[in-house]
């Protein structure tokens, strides 16, 4: 650590998210030859949300490996490669399709480490994207972190910037453990500034995004986003909201989330996944037992209806958590 | 079919006692409430691994099955280990955390016995594509039974490495039954092995009593995955001696049936009558290397009775990797 602090700062650049990822991707292929990037239409066409674009040209077919659509197999080759010495990295075009390919995520991934006794490894990331606001309608718009967050053996990943998305990504390739790296369609496109060359994130660490003192308000991937508007908002009404990005929710860090709990005695959860069963649940039930006496009130949750994503852009708006109902909710909770 | 030499035949046929003896003696133990869960035997298709594993280095990978003890030994485990295994010890392959139907040997390259029908054909695939990738001359098999063919995985896999010409042998070890379901229940098609031509790679079906015949195109499927010719697709026909699981009442099938067949499919015996008939060995050799299985299965049930029971203090350790 020492030594990466004495460093001069690296250079930075503007990129938006999709060309962050691209950057750890290529980065990554070039520092190790066992890491191969499998998925649908990431070739010529640069992968969906264009995250692969110009890697096909520089690494060719047999690294930039694409296939037809066949998500269970995709999937599954993907575990089996990285079983025997390879360290794929697969795109997942949208995270609704992982039911096509849960068998192989949750049974086979995720377990075989345990099943056989510490033998194996499976160091394999699984990119997809996911959420709303695109008007791609129920099958191409869920949140499902809560589904592999509740898997033992999975690593769960969800960056909100893009100087994140590349330094967790970066982690996530070196990682010996399957990792579910869920990356949101509307972040694609932002921008912000990154550091050029290597960069790493540490999985496991949450991010103080604005720090505050009147409350805790816990979050990730795009609501982020949402959460420092409704920060700004608040700070010009006088309350200063703590935005925590969780940016890993597995494994989680406690630490953080219950340090500002501790000195900010109020906690909000925000999430864009439904409300019930979502991980949100598992933030405020932590903060329930191990700070219960720290509170000032009870720990809220901010998320998605219980509904499938609805198509029109109206409709969609009312399903998720805006800017508007984050103010409100903090208001509540500080009032 | 070519000859076989002695050496080959003895090791085979010493392969199949060895599993056979496995499962007799494993069935012992779940009878005396010595094992935990459920097992299932393979006795009765013991000349599918034995045949297609005499092809296979230590560094080729296999995925296997629920019912996974013969491939398991045939890929050269170590019978202590895996009877320690069945026995929820620490010295166990897995240390009690996967029992029968999760046993691998990373060691060995197998891959592991899989809890899911049709779960390890990816695997295997994906392992076959590590080959490709790295630019090494491994193969990977994929065993499975006649029910995971009509699963997905086998459809996409099979795709994938014939697109990709991908060094991996499919062996479907049709032992007629998908858990209760009659083959002819499940399949429209007379035989299983047409399914290769439309994914594009050789299809073999062969007699999976018969040891010859198994290694004869096992040799050939591996040969050609290893010269970087591509995938292929085995049938072989078989027939399971028990049930489905320990204590399967086996309504689905009748007391004919399972009698007149459990004779009628003895790869064991059938090569006895071959090995003795071709003059590779006498009766008196077999009836050695019987004995010599037989005592190397005691010393490995009495070293694995041996070991401590798993310990759960370390459970979590293995969850994951570098923590």
Redesign the interface.
Known sequence: MQATEARAPAAMREMFYNEALGDALRLEMQRDE?V?VIGEDIAEHGGAFQVTAGLFDKFGS??I?Q??I?E???????????????R?VVELMYVDFAGLAM??IV??AAQ????????????MVLRTQGGSGRGNAAQHSKSLEAWFAHV??L?LVMPSTPADAKGLLTAAIR???PVIFLEHKLLYRTKGQVPEGEHLVALGRADVKRAGTDLTIVTWSREVLFSLEAGARLAADGIEAEVIDLRTLVPLDRETVLGSVRKTHRLLVVHEAIKRGGYGAEIAAMVAEEAFDDLDAAPKRLAGLETPIPYAQHLETTVVPQIDDIVRAAKELVG | MSAIDRPTALELYRVMRTIRAFEERATQLFGENKMWGTIHSYAGEEAIAAGVCAHLRDDDWITSTHRGHGHCIAKGADLGKMFAELLGRETGYCRGRGGSMHIADTSKGNLGANGIVGGGIPIATGAALTAKQLGTDQVAVSFFGDGAVNQGTFHESLNLAAIWKLPAVYVCENNQYAESLPVKRAFAVEDIAKRAEGYGMPGMHVDGRDVRAVHAAAGEAVARARAGKGPAFIVADSYRHEGHYYGDPRKYQSKDEIEGWRKQFDPIADARAWIVADELASAADLDAIDRDVAAEIDRAVAWADEGPLASPIKLPEDVYAGD
């Open positions: 066992r191969i047999t690294r490996r296939t037809p066949s269970l197999g995709i999937v599954g080759a993907a575990v089996g490669a990285a079983l025997t010495g390879l794929p068998d192989q049974n086979q075989n480490r345990f099943m056989f006794g510490g033998q194996a490894r499976v160091p033992a053996g690593k990682d010996d453990n």
